[in-house]
């Protein structure tokens, strides 16, 4: 059975609500710097997403700065790969150039990348993902929030585990986590134990542990922008964000 919207989710899932929140729950965040990188360990976070232009939605950082990155912490980094702001659907030229990049992080000791490429109708480019997750191997795969872009997101899912990918970053086709949550749930359930759903957007310290409970979410991804702007330099506010989400999630 196909789910598109959040109103039609609630008629698919076949099992009881998630009452309880799990134990072990995984923070991700998003930087896109090194003094960002080191205070989100700091603060206690899981593993790291990082990216060029977090304001834009992420972009692939170059290399000095995963280096830097690298050097500086001892958790878990998945990289982004994405050649350019807008949509996802790359040129012959673009997708190369991807490629190139993901050989070229392959060799900085990190542990897994997060990209996608859609076909010009916003369906899943089983193709080409494929190739992005052949080359990346043994890194895991991550596919970023094209997958909210699709039509069918059902659809999408199940194209997205026939590439190989180890996990799906989305808000449920939402404008945020929180408000895609039932879609979320759903998507979890039907994914099984085939590839992890990772709830992202406009995520913080006040909704967290909502979405944690509401979707049986093991792990979760934030950055955190709607607490602080990307270009702020308050490192003390950052920290004190990341903090609050574990809080939040250990409560």
């Known amino acids: 059975m196909t789910c598109l919207v959040a109103e039609e989710v609630s008629?698919?899932?076949?099992a009881a609500p998630f009452e309880t929140m799990?134990?072990?729950?995984?923070?991700?965040?998003?930087?896109?710097?090194?003094?960002?990188?080191?205070?989100?360990?700091?603060?206690?976070a899981h593993r790291l997403e990082l990216c060029a232009n977090l304001a834009t939605g992420g972009?692939?950082?170059?290399?000095?700065?995963?280096?830097?990155?690298?050097?500086?912490?001892?958790?878990?980094?998945h990289v982004m790969v994405r050649p350019r702001p807008g949509d996802f659907d790359y040129s012959a030229e673009e997708f190369a150039g991807m490629k190139e990049s993901i050989s070229a992080i392959k060799a900085e000791?990190?542990?897994?990348?997060?990209?996608?490429?859609?076909?010009?109708?916003?369906?899943?480019?089983?193709?080409?993902?494929?190739?992005?997750v052949a080359l990346a191997s043994p890194m895991r795969v991550t596919f970023h929030r094209a997958f909210d872009e699709t039509k069918d997101l059902a659809a999408?899912?199940?194209?997205i585990v026939f590439?190989?990918?180890?996990?799906?970053?989305?808000?449920?086709?939402?404008?945020?986590?929180?408000?895609?949550?039932?879609?979320?749930?759903?998507?979890?359930?039907?994914?099984?134990?085939?590839?992890?759903?990772?709830p992202g957007g406009g995520l913080h310290a006040g909704n967290i542990a909502?979405?944690?409970?509401?979707?049986?979410?093991?792990?979760?991804?934030?950055?955190l922008g709607g607490v602080i702007p990307y270009a702020s330099q308050n490192v003390a506010t950052f920290e004190s964000a990341v903090r609050d989400c574990l809080v939040s999630l250990q409560g």
Do not use: W
């Not at 930087?31 to 700091?42: C, G, K, M, W």
């Not at 999408?156 to 194209?159: G, Q």
């Open 109 to 132: 000791n990190v542990q897994g990348i997060v990209s996608g490429v859609l076909l010009p109708g916003n369906s899943v480019d089983m193709k080409r993902t494929r190739e992005l």
């Open 59 to 77: 972009l692939t950082p170059g290399l000095e700065l995963i280096r830097q990155v690298r050097s500086a912490v001892r958790i878990p980094i």
């Open 22 to 44: 799990p134990t072990g729950l995984l923070l991700e965040v998003a930087v896109h710097s090194l003094e960002r990188a080191t205070t989100a360990e700091r603060a206690g």
């Open 156 to 159: 999408a899912l199940e194209d």
């Open 11 to 14: 008629a698919c899932l076949v």
């Open 210 to 223: 909502e979405v944690a409970r509401s979707t049986g979410a093991s792990e979760l991804h934030t950055g």
């Open 163 to 198: 590439t190989g990918a180890h996990r799906i970053l989305t808000s449920g086709g939402a404008r945020d986590a929180r408000v895609g949550a039932s879609v979320l749930r759903f998507l979890i359930q039907r994914a099984g134990n085939r590839i992890g759903i990772l």
